[in-house]
């Protein structure tokens, strides 16, 4: 027996009734946990499990999971953790690689993904329970295994991301998984009675102390499931919950906690590493109250070598001392030592150092060196990470030596990312980096050049990678170049790599619930854009875990939604995620009143539909105004059987105005519309003060008072203004022109029919004939107050805003506002829809 496994038997011997583990309402006390692992270790031993023999282990995150895990070190061989969730062919390739003698799984797992070539144990199935109930409970004796465990046998075996594009497996012995262990026991003082969370999927080495040092110490582990430790609002309930005393993540980790759930984190004692802590992020967990300990260590070294207390934000950059057994040289190129202060690589030797990779005894050797400072044969790993001693001995971490970064604290080498993309038929070069275009907002961005002959499709790149890669590994974006910046000596110029570019869907006019309303303002917000259509996913826009905690705060405190991380990436538009969050029924896209946006405290907003007889147009509008305002929409009476028919824009606006009344009772009232609406936005203001009400706002946006030749049209001509309107060669097109020709142009939302009598296209058409009727006959009323007066520049479908044609209607001033813009892009543009936005609010605060 190892001396790992005596001392984590005797520890459970000596509180056997405690719970040693919990997930998910299931507990066991370390007695069950230990008659469990025993059990499974026979089984074990009898499938050939020896030392340095693997055993491949893929669970969901569960009490089995520390089950078997203990009871391979028990059965003297060495674990390697599989994510079902990874690729099938990273999955193949690290069994092909460690050759496995057997593989434990469960039911719950699809049996394609466990089909590995491999003998299968499979715990939840009901003949391995018998099998195992029928085994001794009592712990094993050395004459029961294959052989006794020594110190240099295999604990586990651990892939990392490799530079050449393949991965390589770390191979970690006993005497390293101990030191490690005894080390974080004498630092932290874990004990009985004490909780620590385990988060960590088992497929990353922070997983390991989080696994085993509560059960090496006498204390509590409390296992969230994967759903849990991915949503910071589950995870947050769940630390308060259990009453978590201890608790190990990343600082990507550590920031969404304290975004979401910050309360949780007060008094915890924050285990921190993996990647760099910012000294915002430091300050963040210490005004909690928090106690913050900076772990730092690579995986060839057993997780964790040094370790620094963080008292302060000033702190954040220091890595500290060694823990036991660990020695730490801070050498020059020539591998001699670098005077105090003096920056250098570092290298680890000691107890926690591994036996090297796995089958790749040239990378062993290059990254594995002698001890020169040490006796005998020991090695000393040489890290890539630049560092300098302080006065005080601590160490200070200052950045990499060598193309590999940590995100979210997975060890990335980004020459393995760049293989992948060059495997695709489209791509001659590629490049990988991670940039930091937002504080903060660390992602990974790729960049290829183009084999001849193709052309890349960016999306399909990245799903591309995404079926050899790990999610932490598929780049966010992929750019496109014609070819890579270089440096004057003809080197790869990183510095002068483009930031990648938002590609949003084409804003389209469609019905915007007020969910899906609230929900594009909300992304829009926390990825710094101007406007989000419904359609746009949260991911493609350059989402990133960090910038989804903020969305879950911001959906929670803005809309008192509880949203999840797993809901937004199985939801991740506005449009499916609203129906994901609220289940609401659509609303009547065709009522004459349409509320769009009706939270808020100020006086509503009413916006008059345009020509097509919609007012849809207006929540691209409402993305750009502050939450105070609720905002209406006015629709057209052809949508509706109404005994007489509303065919004038006096009879349209005497009926608006009624409506609104009913939304409210009494002046003053702010209108606008756009285009015709314009000119009901003038009949509704005129009619209000006809009943003696007050106006307190209206905009008219880029109309005039009478119908001129560009508006004036029959059936063909409105066909081809629609054309027009769409940017489309007339030229193109056969005489007579027909429905549809803009069918796709008419189709405005699904099921745009009139009651289902007529197509979309003829329903259009009839419609803004109707109201061109009306518009040739209307003799405008003078409105007696300020008129603001939108312009757009000319252009071949409407003329500009005219204040002279207004002037006879209008007894006030009329305050004209220059947008520089076409007339179709008042109500698109973000920049116009932001400014047009801007001057509207201005005036109704005064």
């Given at each position: 027996m190892n001396m790992l496994v005596k001392a984590l038997e005797e520890r459970a011997d000596a509180v056997p009734d405690l719970t040693a583990l919990e997930c998910e309402g299931v507990e066991l006390t370390f007695r069950a946990v230990h008659e469990r692992a025993n059990r499974l270790a026979r089984h074990l031993v009898a499938s050939g499990v020896g030392p340095d023999r693997v055993v491949a282990v893929m669970l969901p995150r569960s009490t089995d999971l520390l089950v078997t895990l203990l009871a391979v070190l028990k059965a003297g061989g060495a674990y390697l953790a599989l994510d079902p969730e990874h690729p099938a062919e990273r999955v193949a390739f690290q069994v092909r690689d460690a050759a496995p003698v057997v593989l434990v799984t469960s039911a719950r797992?699809?049996?394609?993904?466990?089909?590995?070539?491999?003998?299968?144990?499979?715990?939840?199935?009901?003949?391995?329970?018998?099998?195992?109930?029928?085994?001794?409970?009592?712990?094993?004796?050395?004459?029961?295994?294959?052989a006794p465990a020594g110190p240099e046998d295999l604990a586990y075996v651990i892939y990392t991301s490799g530079s050449t594009g393949t991965p390589k497996g770390v191979e970690i012995p006993v005497r390293a998984l101990h030191n490690l262990l005894e080390a974080m026991r004498e630092r932290l003082s874990l004990g009985p009675g004490d909780r620590m969370l385990s988060v960590t999927t088992a497929t990353f080495d922070m997983s390991v102390p989080e696994l085993f040092l509560p059960y090496y110490t006498g204390a509590r582990a409390v296992i969230a499931p994967r759903a849990t430790g991915q949503d910071p609002r589950e995870l947050g309930d769940l630390i308060v919950r259990r009453e978590i005393g201890t608790a190990q993540a990343t600082p990507t980790h550590w920031h969404m906690l304290a975004t979401v759930s910050p309360e949780a984190l007060r008094g915890l004692r924050i285990l921190i590493g993996g990647e760099a802590l910012s000294e915002k992020l430091a300050a963040t967990l210490l005004d909690l109250g928090a106690e913050v300990v900076q772990w730092y260590g690579p995986t060839e070294t057993t997780v964790w070598s040094t370790v620094h207390p963080v008292t302060g934000p000033a702190d954040a950059a220091v890595i500290g001392k060694p823990l036991r057994n660990t020695r730490l040289y801070v050498l020059d190129e020539d591998l001699v030592p670098v005077e105090q202060g003096t920056e250098g690589e570092l290298f680890i030797a000691g107890a926690g150092v591994a036996r090297g990779y796995l089958n790749r005894p040239e990378l062993t050797a290059e990254r594995f060196l002698p001890d020169r400072f040490g006796t005998g044969d020991a090695l000393m790993y040489r890290t890539g990470d630049v560092v300098r001693m302080r006065p005080d001995g601590d160490l200070e971490y200052v950045g990499r030596a060598d193309h590999q970064v940590k995100l979210h604290g997975f060890r990335v080498e980004l020459g393995e990312i760049e293989a992948a993309l060059e495997r695709s038929e489209d791509v001659d070069q590629a490049s990988a980096t991670v940039r930091e275009d937002r504080p903060?907002?660390?992602?990974?961005?790729?960049?290829?050049?183009?084999?001849?002959?193709?052309?890349?499709?960016?999306?399909?790149?990245?799903?591309?990678?995404?079926?050899?890669?790990?999610?932490?590994?598929?780049?966010?974006?992929?750019?496109?170049?014609?070819?890579?910046?270089?440096?004057?000596?003809?080197?790869?110029?990183?510095?002068?790599?483009?930031?990648?570019?938002?590609?949003?869907?084409?804003?389209?006019?469609?019905?915007?619930?007020?969910?899906?309303?609230?929900?594009?303002?909300?992304?829009?917000?926390?990825?710094?854009?101007?406007?989000?259509?419904p359609r746009d996913s949260f991911f493609d826009l350059g989402g990133s875990s960090v910038l989804a905690a903020r969305l879950l705060a911001l959906v929670r405190a803005e809309m008192d939604l509880e949203l999840s991380i797993r809901m937004l990436v199985e939801s991740p538009t506005p449009a499916e995620l609203s129906r994901r969050l609220t289940g609401e029924e659509p609303q009547d896209s065709f009522a004459v009143l349409l509320p769009l946006m009706t939270r808020g405290s100020a006086r509503p907003l009413f916006c008059m539909r345009h020509l097509g007889g919609t007012a849809w147009c207006y929540g691209v509008l409402a993305q750009h105004f502050s939450l105070d305002h609720p905002i209406y929409g006015l629709q057209s009476h052809t949508f509706q059987e109404f005994d007489t028919p509303v065919d004038s824009i006096a009879a349209m606006a005497a009926d608006y105005a009624d409506r609104i009344r009913g939304v409210q009772p009494h002046g003053p009232y702010r209108i606008l519309g756009w285009s015709f609406g314009g000119?009901?936005?003038?009949?509704?203001?005129?009619?209000?003060?006809?009943?003696?009400?007050?106006?307190?706002?209206?905009?008219?946006?880029?109309?005039?008072?009478?119908?001129?030749?560009?508006?004036?049209?029959?059936?063909?001509?409105?066909?081809?203004?629609?054309?027009?309107?769409?940017?489309?060669?007339?030229?193109?097109?056969?005489?007579?022109?027909?429905?549809?020709?803009?069918?796709?142009?008419?189709?405005?939302?699904?099921?745009?029919?009139?009651?289902?009598?007529?197509?979309?296209?003829?329903?259009?058409?009839?419609?803004?004939?109707?109201?061109?009727?009306?518009?040739?006959?209307?003799?405008?009323?003078?409105?007696?107050?300020?008129?603001?007066?939108?312009?757009?520049?000319?252009?071949?479908?409407?003329?500009?805003?005219?204040?002279?044609?207004?002037?006879?209607?209008?007894?006030?001033?009329?305050?004209?506002?220059?947008?520089?813009?076409?007339?179709?892009?008042?109500?698109?543009?973000?920049?116009?829809?932001?400014?047009?936005?801007?001057?509207?609010?201005?005036?109704?605060?005064?």
């Amino acid at each position: 027996m190892n001396m790992l496994v005596k001392a984590l038997e005797e520890r459970a011997d000596a509180v056997p009734d405690l719970t040693a583990l919990e997930c998910e309402g299931v507990e066991l006390t370390f007695r069950a946990v230990h008659e469990r692992a025993n059990r499974l270790a026979r089984h074990l031993v009898a499938s050939g499990v020896g030392p340095d023999r693997v055993v491949a282990v893929m669970l969901p995150r569960s009490t089995d999971l520390l089950v078997t895990l203990l009871a391979v070190l028990k059965a003297g061989g060495a674990y390697l953790a599989l994510d079902p969730e990874h690729p099938a062919e990273r999955v193949a390739f690290q069994v092909r690689d460690a050759a496995p003698v057997v593989l434990v799984t469960s039911a719950r797992i699809d049996a394609d993904r466990t089909d590995l070539g491999i003998a299968r144990v499979v715990l939840d199935d009901p003949g391995t329970a018998e099998t195992l109930a029928a085994l001794p409970a009592g712990h094993l004796t050395d004459a029961e295994r294959a052989a006794p465990a020594g110190p240099e046998d295999l604990a586990y075996v651990i892939y990392t991301s490799g530079s050449t594009g393949t991965p390589k497996g770390v191979e970690i012995p006993v005497r390293a998984l101990h030191n490690l262990l005894e080390a974080m026991r004498e630092r932290l003082s874990l004990g009985p009675g004490d909780r620590m969370l385990s988060v960590t999927t088992a497929t990353f080495d922070m997983s390991v102390p989080e696994l085993f040092l509560p059960y090496y110490t006498g204390a509590r582990a409390v296992i969230a499931p994967r759903a849990t430790g991915q949503d910071p609002r589950e995870l947050g309930d769940l630390i308060v919950r259990r009453e978590i005393g201890t608790a190990q993540a990343t600082p990507t980790h550590w920031h969404m906690l304290a975004t979401v759930s910050p309360e949780a984190l007060r008094g915890l004692r924050i285990l921190i590493g993996g990647e760099a802590l910012s000294e915002k992020l430091a300050a963040t967990l210490l005004d909690l109250g928090a106690e913050v300990v900076q772990w730092y260590g690579p995986t060839e070294t057993t997780v964790w070598s040094t370790v620094h207390p963080v008292t302060g934000p000033a702190d954040a950059a220091v890595i500290g001392k060694p823990l036991r057994n660990t020695r730490l040289y801070v050498l020059d190129e020539d591998l001699v030592p670098v005077e105090q202060g003096t920056e250098g690589e570092l290298f680890i030797a000691g107890a926690g150092v591994a036996r090297g990779y796995l089958n790749r005894p040239e990378l062993t050797a290059e990254r594995f060196l002698p001890d020169r400072f040490g006796t005998g044969d020991a090695l000393m790993y040489r890290t890539g990470d630049v560092v300098r001693m302080r006065p005080d001995g601590d160490l200070e971490y200052v950045g990499r030596a060598d193309h590999q970064v940590k995100l979210h604290g997975f060890r990335v080498e980004l020459g393995e990312i760049e293989a992948a993309l060059e495997r695709s038929e489209d791509v001659d070069q590629a490049s990988a980096t991670v940039r930091e275009d937002r504080p903060g907002d660390r992602r990974l961005v790729a960049y290829v050049t183009a084999a001849t002959g193709r052309v890349p499709d960016v999306r399909e790149l990245r799903n591309f990678v995404a079926q050899t890669l790990p999610l932490y590994m598929v780049p966010t974006a992929v750019v496109a170049l014609e070819e890579f910046p270089l440096t004057p000596n003809g080197k790869l110029d990183r510095k002068a790599l483009p930031a990648p570019v938002v590609e949003h869907n084409a804003m389209v006019e469609t019905h915007l619930t007020q969910s899906e309303l609230m929900l594009s303002r909300l992304f829009a917000e926390v990825l710094g854009l101007e406007q989000v259509d419904p359609r746009d996913s949260f991911f493609d826009l350059g989402g990133s875990s960090v910038l989804a905690a903020r969305l879950l705060a911001l959906v929670r405190a803005e809309m008192d939604l509880e949203l999840s991380i797993r809901m937004l990436v199985e939801s991740p538009t506005p449009a499916e995620l609203s129906r994901r969050l609220t289940g609401e029924e659509p609303q009547d896209s065709f009522a004459v009143l349409l509320p769009l946006m009706t939270r808020g405290s100020a006086r509503p907003l009413f916006c008059m539909r345009h020509l097509g007889g919609t007012a849809w147009c207006y929540g691209v509008l409402a993305q750009h105004f502050s939450l105070d305002h609720p905002i209406y929409g006015l629709q057209s009476h052809t949508f509706q059987e109404f005994d007489t028919p509303v065919d004038s824009i006096a009879a349209m606006a005497a009926d608006y105005a009624d409506r609104i009344r009913g939304v409210q009772p009494h002046g003053p009232y702010r209108i606008l519309g756009w285009s015709f609406g314009g000119v009901l936005a003038h009949a509704v203001a005129a009619e209000f003060q006809r009943r003696g009400e007050e106006i307190e706002f209206l905009g008219v946006f880029n109309t005039n008072p009478h119908i001129t030749d560009k508006e004036d049209r029959d059936e063909q001509g409105l066909i081809e203004l629609i054309l027009l309107i769409n940017g489309k060669d007339l030229a193109d097109y056969e005489r007579p022109l027909r429905y549809e020709d803009v069918a796709e142009f008419a189709d405005m939302a699904t099921n745009y029919a009139w009651r289902g009598r007529k197509s979309a296209a003829e329903t259009f058409v009839e419609t803004m004939l109707t109201d061109l009727a009306a518009w040739k006959s209307h003799r405008p009323e003078k409105y007696s107050g300020t008129m603001h007066l939108f312009a757009a520049d000319p252009s071949p479908v409407a003329e500009t805003a005219s204040s002279e044609a207004w002037a006879p209607y209008v007894a006030g001033e009329i305050v004209r506002h220059e947008l520089g813009c076409g007339h179709e892009e008042m109500l698109s543009s973000p920049r116009v829809l932001r400014q047009a936005a801007a001057i509207v609010t201005d005036h109704l605060r005064d």
